[in-house]
Every structure is written in structure tokens, then in C-alpha cells.
């Protein structure tokens, strides 16, 4: 994946293309995460939520979870340090890189998201796709200083899967927006609006993030529809 940067022209975006991230930490060696994983089909039904799920891979010596992946677990640790958190679990959600919430309680959830769907948001983020590239396209408020990492994060839009042991042994699950893979393109200074160029096949189903440092909070995130 190759991206390049470059400025353009701001542009507007209203609150209905600011949706909320939910991240949701699973395992299909878990057995508290199957009303979870089921949840996260209807948050991705909503167009004011970007539901992605990230497989971790502690819980594998249980069942050998199909998209559980090290990055996945260390990803979520970093979660857990800068929330001051001494503990990672599953289910757990993130939302917006900042709140952290058992993920099969849909009315925390809810709560969650809508105080972030409230609150002002200070960077616009749009993506296009065009001859096997996807465009970035973002700006920031006035005065907005903070640099944010760029990310893109591959997914699989859904899959079934049948767990044969472990605690969901005889079970079969159906899984949405499996994170395959999370990759960093670099850091942007919001004092200039964003133009960023990636590869992108025609078929590749993709959502980017734009992060403070530090497992910060979440100011942007977009799917390539």
C-alpha cells in the first residue's frame, strides 16, 4: 500500500457524515461475546456508527479464533493504558477511542454513542475511490492543532463460521466488519486540509480512522462505500 499526501481546498461535511466508532474486542473463544458480536450487526446497520470488530487472540488456547490476531490484543491493551485501565476483556467496545463499555449492554452503548453523536466534532473526513485509489480527504476547524495518525483498516464484510470446541463448541456465529487488518499511513498537521492517495482495489471494503497519538480519541472515521 502505497499513499502520498498533498493539500486541497477545505470542504463541508454535516453531523450525518461524522459517524461514531465502535470498536468491539472479541473472540469466538468467548463465550460472554456471541450477544455482542450479534449487537454489532445492528450498530452496522446504523449510518451514525462505523462498527468494526477486532478479533484478539488471548483466548485461543480455548478455540482458534479464525481473525484473532497479536495486533488486535495489543491494540486493545493500548486502550487499557491510556484509559488507566489495568485489565483488557472481552466483549469490550471502545467508542471513539475514548469510552470503553461491556460490549452485550446495548443500552450503555447507545447512551455512549449518542453523547458522541452530540457533541461537536472538529474534523470532516470524506472518501473516494477512483481507477484503484482511494482519496483521504479531511479538514479540521480553525485553531485545531493536534496531529492525528492516519489510519486504514481492512474488512471482511461478514462471514459464518462454525466453532467445533472450546466454550461456543456446536455454535455457529455470523461475524460483521472483520478487521483483517489495521495499518498506519502516517500523521497529519490538521493546520492544512488532508489529501491522501492509497491503493485500493474495487472489490477491498475499507474504513480509515483519524486518531490522536496515544490510543487517543477518535476525531474522524469513515467507510469507502
Known sequence: ?????????????????????????????????????????????????IALALHVDYWDYLFDDLFGKAAHTKRQYGYAVAGGRDT???????????????????????????KHLAAPAAVALKLTR???????????????????????AHYIPQQTVSIDRGENAGHT?????????????GRWDPAEPLSMKVRAAEDAHLAVILQRPGHGKVEAAALLR
Not at 454535516?14 to 460472554?32: F, I, K, M, N
Open 88 to 114: 483488557v476483556y472481552t466483549p469490550q467496545m471502545i467508542i471513539n477511542g475514548v469510552h470503553d463499555v461491556v460490549g452485550n449492554r446495548s443500552k450503555d452503548v447507545d447512551a455512549l454513542i449518542d
Open 173 to 185: 456465529f455470523s461475524y460483521i466488519n472483520i478487521v483483517t487488518d489495521l495499518t498506519e499511513l
Open 1 to 49: 500500500m502505497v499513499a502520498a499526501i498533498s493539500v486541497l481546498p477545505g470542504f463541508a461535511a454535516s453531523a450525518a457524515d461524522r459517524p461514531v466508532l465502535v470498536e468491539l474486542y472479541t473472540s469466538q473463544g468467548c463465550s460472554s461475546c456471541p450477544p455482542a458480536d450479534a449487537f454489532l450487526h445492528d450498530l452496522a446497520a446504523r449510518d451514525n456508527v
Open 130 to 152: 477512483e481507477d484503484g485509489q482511494m482519496t483521504i480527504s479531511a479538514t479540521a476547524d480553525d485553531g485545531f492543532d493536534a496531529p492525528l495518525i492516519v489510519q486504514v
